[in-house]
């Protein structure tokens, strides 16, 4: 194996987002992140007991990183996405803010609850959501679209966006192209809308070109569907992720999957080429929830085909740059 391969193969653990199960990191889920220079990882509730034992968790992953920074993701948007409970972190879900213009009120609260977070080592918030509540039977997306039309969605959505860049602290805008008009959660199943990209051009983008306008730093897709813009889902679409977010939109941060192991991605195969298509789709990190097992054996897959030259190293190349280019700002804002 050559030098260059071997570099890269030593930075692949940087393309992924991963997650676990339990109260605290069990010991061989820190050798991981240790052993292969995992990017980062995502904390859920059950990993969030009580403040003082996030805290120390996130001290426990810290220490697995001697040089290069992880990111620590959360998915705190308020109501019951909320993975911190309590004061300072959790805030009113979206939609009871957006139905009233409750926007001081918001920018209140989302200050508070992202100055916390910031405070206690958490530096990547997987919010605001951008999609517009257009179908009431969509569970999913229920209490956490800002309101029903992009108008009202946009201006939330560059509140958080600002509130969240006056801190040391990394967004995400979601979901990617646009979840709201669907009625299937994608947890569940694929999710599938019938909108086309005319109507998506008036509709669905307005939010995600208001939070790329004030320098949204990431971007999640969705496991969606649509039909009447390309025959594969979002996950694994280069036409959605290229032409719609790359081109139309300029957005050249990265871009990150939703969890693979949701059942919404299972039209893209088995866990281990569903990770390599969403990447080749043109996703630059790789989300994992709390399944450790299908990770492992998703990473597996992967690094044997970069070992085999299965996968565009300048892919890599590109998706390690975005990534190095988030962690630089990172490391910039922490010294004082």
């Known amino acids: 194996m050559n030098k260059k391969k071997t570099k890269i193969l030593d930075q692949i653990g940087q393309l992924f987002i991963i997650g676990f199960h339990e109260p605290k990191p069990p010991p061989a889920f820190l050798n991981f992140l240790k052993k292969e220079n995992i990017g980062g990882l995502i904390l859920f509730e059950e990993n969030c007991p009580s403040h003082q034992k996030t805290i120390d968790n996130i001290k426990a992953i810290q220490a697995q990183y001697d040089s290069s920074i992880p990111f620590i993701a959360i998915d705190q948007e308020g109501g019951r996405v909320s993975r911190l409970r309590g004061a300072p972190a959790e805030l009113k879900g979206a939609y009871e803010y957006g139905q009233f213009g409750k926007i001081e009120k918001f920018c209140e609260d989302y200050s508070r609850a992202i100055l916390f977070m910031d405070s206690i080592g958490i530096n990547l918030n997987l919010a605001p959501v951008c999609d517009i509540f257009l179908n009431k039977e969509n569970k999913c997306t229920e209490g956490r679209c800002f309101g029903e039309t992009p108008d009202i969605v946009k201006v939330f959505v560059e509140?958080?966006?600002?509130?969240?860049k006056k801190t040391r602290m990394l967004c995400c805008l979601k979901h990617f192209p646009?979840?709201?008009?669907?009625?299937?959660?994608?947890?569940?199943?694929?999710?599938?809308?019938?909108?086309?990209?005319?109507?998506?051009?008036?509709?669905?983008?307005?939010?995600?070109?208001?939070?790329?306008?004030?320098?949204?730093?990431?971007?999640?897709?969705?496991?969606?569907?649509?039909?009447?813009?390309?025959?594969?889902?979002?996950?694994?679409?280069?036409?959605?992720?290229?032409?719609?977010?790359?081109?139309?939109?300029?957005?050249?941060?990265?871009?990150?999957?939703?969890?693979?192991?949701?059942?919404?991605?299972?039209?893209?195969?088995?866990?281990?080429?569903?990770?390599?298509?969403?990447?080749?789709?043109?996703?630059?990190?790789?989300?994992?929830?709390?399944?450790?097992?299908?990770?492992?054996?998703?990473?597996?897959?992967?690094?044997?085909?970069?070992?085999?030259?299965?996968?565009?190293?300048?892919?890599?190349?590109?998706?390690?740059?975005?990534?190095?280019?988030?962690?630089?700002?990172?490391?910039?804002?922490?010294?004082?």
């Open 159 to 164: 509140a958080a966006v600002r509130t969240t």
């Open 178 to 336: 646009g979840l709201g008009a669907s009625a299937i959660d994608p947890h569940l199943e694929t999710a599938t809308a019938d909108y086309d990209l005319q109507t998506w051009q008036y509709r669905e983008k307005i939010p995600f070109e208001t939070g790329i306008s004030y320098e949204a730093d990431m971007i999640m897709t969705t496991h969606l569907h649509l039909p009447n813009i390309d025959n594969t889902i979002a996950t694994g679409s280069k036409k959605i992720i290229s032409e719609m977010l790359r081109q139309n939109l300029s957005f050249d941060g990265p871009v990150i999957t939703d969890d693979l192991t949701m059942s919404g991605a299972v039209s893209l195969g088995e866990i281990g080429p569903r990770t390599k298509a969403a990447f080749e789709a043109g996703h630059d990190i790789l989300l994992f929830g709390t399944d450790f097992d299908q990770f492992k054996i998703a990473y597996e897959f992967f690094c044997n085909a970069v070992k085999r030259g299965d996968i565009d190293e300048n892919r890599i190349k590109s998706a390690l740059d975005r990534i190095g280019g988030l962690k630089f700002k990172l490391d910039k804002t922490m010294i004082y």
